[in-house]
């Protein structure tokens, strides 16, 4: 039998450690992931990026078994998405609003299961937002919210549509991310 190598991936956990609810420590999650078989387990802030290596699999099914498994183990319902190591460079490397990235805080990326899930945000597309921008390539929406997170009225609208599906980062954290998959420590 052929065992293949280990991948490093990043999983990106949906609201955890935002506010009171859905507490989620750091440390329980990395111990968590270690005791379902994944190595070199890192976590990045208190929100939730868990990098890590495993064996490779379909990602739709390894998020399923991370969510079971999460909610089982540390009492916490969340949605979980998989980016594969190479995937997060990828997604930063095809950035279309890289030009407006002055503070990398205000570039928000909204990651989603696949592409098709990108479908239902193509009428703001056609839409003036200035001086905020929304551009989409693969399964990413890219925001550029000037005036913050917060006041975003193109993220706002983009959270009408797609609700609880998929979770955001902001750049600054998916550069984070590229740097930690690419040291597995």
Not at 8 to 24: D, E, H, S, W, Y
Not at 44 to 50: A, R
Not at 173 to 184: S, Y
Request: one cysteine or more; charged letters at 25%.
């Amino acid at each position: 039998m052929v065992t293949r190598p280990l991948e490093r991936r990043v999983a990106l956990l949906r609201g955890i450690n935002v506010g009171t609810a859905k507490r989620i420590a750091m440390a329980d999650l990395r111990r968590l992931f270690g005791e379902l078989g994944y190595h070199d387990v890192r976590t990045l802030l208190n929100s939730g990026n868990v990098v890590y290596s495993g064996r490779p699999t379909a990602a739709a099914a390894e998020a399923r078994r991370l969510e079971r498994a999460i909610e089982e183990e540390l009492r916490v319902s969340t949605q979980v998405t998989i980016l594969a190591g190479t995937e997060v460079a990828a997604v930063l490397d095809a950035n279309p609003l890289q030009e407006f990235a002055a503070d990398p805080a205000r570039l928000l990326l909204w990651v989603l299961g696949d592409a098709v899930a990108t479908a239902p945000l193509k009428p703001l597309l056609a839409q003036r937002w200035e001086p905020e921008r929304i551009a989409l390539a693969g399964r990413v929406a890219y925001f550029w919210c000037v005036n913050g997170i917060s006041k975003s009225e193109v993220l706002s609208a983009a959270g009408r549509i797609l609700g609880a599906t998929g979770t955001a980062r902001n750049l600054a954290t998916m550069e984070k991310l590229r740097a930690l998959v690419a040291d597995p420590g």
